[in-house]
């Protein structure tokens, strides 16, 4: 019963951490291969901020930092590394490839940076453990009120977004330019202020991320980043690219898997289920469970 | 005079858009057909269902006797089958040449995965004969003293051309031209007609999507009108300006009126 | 001169194997087929070489069938992935090298675990290692001649154009899968041969990240980018030491600069420069269509921007 509500949290976290992925996936056709490197980094920010430069902030306050730092490091991605290539490349499948090594060097400045300052050892985000208090659930079932928050908040964020991103009309505007730039471009909307736009969420999601799960997990190191990123590749793979229920319903069957791995192999393997997760779906059914998209064969 | 290629009730719907309904076409051998119609009508998407760079909803294509509606893209183009696109389609980092040999290479080179390591002296032989094949399309298109020019520095019309070029080079028996002369001059028009009379005269088949209908009356054996993904009129070029469901589609007018048949 | 080749001894050996890990990219990326495989297939081909060691295989017969068990595998693998799209594709092989460190942190005795294996008894000399850099040079210059030469670039430029020129798209990309998962095993052994020990620290995600920046900086057009970024990336950090641990940021950044302004790498900055400097020495003559810069023709060599 813990390992569900293990996997809820896990579920909730990868959820908000791979719509940021999806976004910019489903928008602006670039696989932003720093997002996870971004997670860590905003992590990674609030550590400096927290412990090597010692102002104590109370948890809320850090959540709100991760954002900011996050939202900030992929629009600087975005302004000073993919529009520039968006504008210098000759065909898209160039600059498509182009934004994706680019995101690479990116994420290699980042995840090096936080290696070498935290000699490769576990950081967290707070100097004290955050306070948490224990509800009985019944049949001895426990619940934390960090897992009750981070879920909630997690899950809160998720929906509101889609419903951002369905009813209001800078939602409208972003879809827009995901299914035709060009044309969108005639009709006003601004594709370079749409892309920020989809970078500095994405960006947010991946801080809060971030927040959570070093809370959660009680630490990260300069490589988690990594990790974090295969998980939201499968889990965007599984449920869709452009889809957010997808994204919602894969990343939980994701956290679900893991967990029953976790559970019966102690560990080991747990990495292993995102990578299979990616082969079967790309075998069997390419578009994942609610994909909506173009070519994902050549 | 054999039938090259055979196309029985073709139809590409493309959900609830119906771009190609039910065409039929017998194309003789070492003909020149024209194929027009109004924007939208289908008629690319027919090249492209033909060249099997989409696929049939239904019917059957059968090129020489053999129904290819499940057959790549590269096994029609191996069969002899070549075309040109809406767009230029070029590298535009390779010389005029080395464009054109892309298009030999495609007739003479077969597989050549390993073979540029295991028999390096096949591939230079059949690198020289590729080259040959270009060069005499090259001048064929008039295109010699660009043969080393990168092709992305050249002008629209020219562009066209090479691209003309290229498929010459691969001895095609049967060639689609998707609006070939947009962005030509008259006498650019007039050289490219005059190659396709030549083909004609060696015996290969063309299939020619043009708005421009001078071009269509001057070079087409055969002309083939569609609006709405079917055939509306078939016969040759005066017949076919003539027939009143033509001038409709084009003109939006009914029954007779004036000699406006001639472009549209 | 012998000094300096006996105190960097090392660094001359590390080149070597590294040109072969950047050939493997270089050879992929240039035929726009968007694999991090080789990274994986690294991992495979350093163990494979440090187990072959233990059971006594002399160096030639183990690299040999390092290297064929490589293509083998990788053909094997690009059967149900050579279709995918490039960002696919990148996403999967980055997955699969990421899993392969996994299987060889767990990996008990087999691959020794977190820790690694050491005393790897299987040597190679400083000449050998010149020679097979040179021999799998010519192999791969070999692809980017005549006919298939030019097939490779048409599927990197134009995918849909390569079908209609009768060009066997998934036959060809399955090709240089295997040959760049061969090479990958191949740069892995040899790595395991030259420092006598493999570990898991340095695999995955940062050999993807070296491989990149060596592949793409110097120029993914032609195997010669490939061993000049393999040269720049491996002794850069000899001439300029004060960057230390934070070698990967330098990288990071070069990607980013040439990955914007100059796509063909270093290749394609020298095409600029020869350019440039023929236009200067023999102006073009005035008017007309054939007046094309002599210069502009030079341009349509191997090069591009592949990417």
Redesign the interface.
């Known amino acids: 019963m813990e390992q569900l509500i293990n996997a809820i949290v896990l579920g909730a976290v990868y959820c908000l951490f791979a719509l940021g992925l999806s976004l910019t996936?489903g928008t602006l056709n670039v696989?932003n291969?720093a997002h996870g490197a971004v997670f860590m980094f905003s992590a990674f920010t609030c550590y400096l901020i927290t412990q090597r430069a010692d102002i104590h902030l109370p948890i809320a306050v850090v959540l709100v930092v991760a954002v900011v730092a996050g939202a900030l490091m992929e629009l600087c991605l975005d302004v000073l590394?993919f529009r520039?290539?968006k504008r210098?490349?000759?065909?898209q499948?160039?600059a498509?490839?182009?934004?994706?090594?680019?995101s690479?060097?990116?994420?290699?400045?980042l995840?090096?940076?936080a290696?070498?300052l935290t000699a490769d050892t576990p950081f967290t985000v707070t100097a004290a453990p955050v306070k948490a208090s224990v509800y009985h659930l019944g049949s001895g079932v426990y619940v934390t009120n960090v897992e009750i928050v981070i879920t909630v908040v997690a899950l809160v964020l998720t929906v509101g977004f889609a419903l951002w991103i369905q009813r209001s009309q800078m939602g409208r505007a972003m879809r827009a330019i995901a299914y035709d730039a060009p044309t969108s471009g005639l009709m006003g909307i601004s594709e370079g202020r749409m892309s920020a736009l989809a970078m500095a969420i994405s960006g947010a999601t991946a801080g809060a991320a971030g927040v959570f799960l070093t809370v959660y997990l009680d630490s990260l190191t300069a490589?988690s980043g990594?990790?974090l990123l295969?998980k939201a590749?499968?889990v965007v793979?599984l449920g869709g690219v452009g889809s957010i229920w997808g994204t919602l319903i894969g990343a939980f069957i994701l956290a679900g898997g893991e967990t029953l791995v976790t559970a019966t192999t102690s560990g080991?393997?747990t990495?292993?289920v995102?990578?299979g997760l990616?082969?079967a779906v790309?075998?069997i059914r390419?578009s994942g469970l609610f994909g909506k998209v173009k070519?994902?064969?050549? | 005079m054999s039938t090259l290629l055979e196309v029985h009730d073709a139809k590409v719907h493309f959900g609830g858009v119906k771009a190609v309904d039910g065409i039929s076409m017998d194309l003789a051998e070492g003909k020149l057909f024209g194929l027009v119609g109004p924007n939208g009508s289908g008629k690319s998407t027919l090249l492209a269902a033909l060249s099997r760079m989409t696929d049939l909803t239904s019917g059957s294509i059968r090129l020489a006797g053999h129904s290819y509606e499940r057959e790549t893209a590269q096994w029609v183009s191996r069969r002899g089958l070549g075309r040109t696109f809406q767009t230029v389609r070029l590298l535009?980092s390779l010389s005029v040449l080395e464009n054109v040999m892309v298009g030999a290479d495609s007739r003479l080179y077969g597989q050549p995965i390993m073979s540029n390591w295991v028999m390096p002296w096949r591939t230079r032989q059949r690198e020289r004969e590729c080259r040959r094949a270009a060069v005499s399309a090259v001048e064929r298109l008039e295109l010699v003293e660009l043969m080393d020019a990168p092709a992305g520095a050249l002008p629209y019309g020219t562009q066209r051309r090479v691209e003309i070029a290229r498929i010459l080079a691969a001895a095609p028996k049967l060639v689609l031209f998707d609006e070939p002369t947009a962005g030509m001059s008259y006498e650019e028009r007039d050289a490219i007609g005059k190659v396709m009379r030549q083909l004609q005269a060696e015996g290969i088949t063309q299939v020619l999507v043009e708005h421009d209908m001078q071009m269509i009356s001057d070079v087409c054996d055969h002309v083939f009108v569609m609006n709405f993904g079917v055939v509306i009129a078939e016969g040759d070029a005066e017949t076919v300006v003539q027939d009143p469901a033509v001038q409709e589609a084009y003109l939006g007018r009914r029954g007779d009126d004036d000699a406006a048949a001639g472009s549209h | 001169m012998s000094g300096f080749y006996a105190s960097h001894l090392t660094l001359i050996q590390q080149t070597a194997v590294v040109a072969v890990l950047a050939m493997s990219f270089q050879v992929v990326l240039r035929s726009?087929v968007?694999s991090f495989a080789s990274a994986g297939f690294y991992v495979v081909g350093a163990y494979a070489a440090a187990d072959m060691s233990k059971a006594g295989w002399p160096l030639l017969p183990a690299l040999i069938a390092i290297v064929i068990t490589g293509a083998a595998c990788g053909y094997l693998l690009s059967i149900?992935?050579v279709?995918?799209?490039?960002?696919?594709l990148?996403?999967?092989t980055?997955?699969?090298a990421?899993?392969l460190v996994?299987v060889a942190d767990?990996g008990g005795s087999v691959t020794g675990g977190p820790v690694g294996l050491f005393g790897v008894t299987l040597e190679v000399s400083t000449a050998e290692l010149f020679l097979i850099v040179a021999v799998v040079a010519l192999l791969i210059s070999q692809l980017e001649r005549r006919g298939l030469g030019r097939a490779l670039r048409v599927i990197s430029?134009d995918?849909q154009l390569a079908r209609t020129m009768g060009i066997d798209?998934?036959r060809q990309r399955a090709f240089i899968f295997a040959l760049s998962s061969a090479l990958g095993a191949l740069a892995g052994a040899l790595n395991t041969v030259t420092t006598s020990s493999v570990a898991p620290t340095g695999f995955?995600?940062n050999l993807?990240?070296l491989g990149?920046?060596m592949a793409?900086f110097g120029g993914v057009g032609s195997w010669t980018g490939a061993i000049i970024g393999a040269i720049i990336v491996t002794w850069f950090p000899e001439v300029f030491g004060f960057v230390g641990?934070?070698?990967?940021?330098v990288?990071?950044?070069?990607?980013?600069l040439v990955?914007?302004?100059e796509?063909s790498g270093v290749l394609g900055l020298i095409d600029r420069l020869t350019a440039l400097i023929r236009q200067v020495r023999r102006p073009a003559p005035p008017g007309g269509q054939a007046g094309v810069p002599v210069a502009a023709r030079e341009i349509s060599a191997k090069h591009g921007?592949p990417?």
């Open positions: 996936w696989l291969l590394v520039q290539i210098r490349s000759r065909t499948g160039e498509e490839m182009s934004m994706l090594i680019g690479i060097g990116a994420s290699a400045i995840v090096t940076i290696e070498q490589d990594s990790d295969l590749f499968a793979v080991i393997w990495s292993a995102s990578f990616i082969i790309l075998l390419p070519g994902v064969r050549a | 535009p | 726009g968007f149900p992935f279709r995918l799209r490039g960002l696919y990148g996403m999967v980055f997955a699969f990421e899993i996994v767990n430029i995918e798209i998934n995955g995600y993807i990240v990149l920046t793409v641990n934070y070698r990967s940021v990288y990071g950044i070069l990607l980013i990955v914007v302004f796509p921007a990417i």
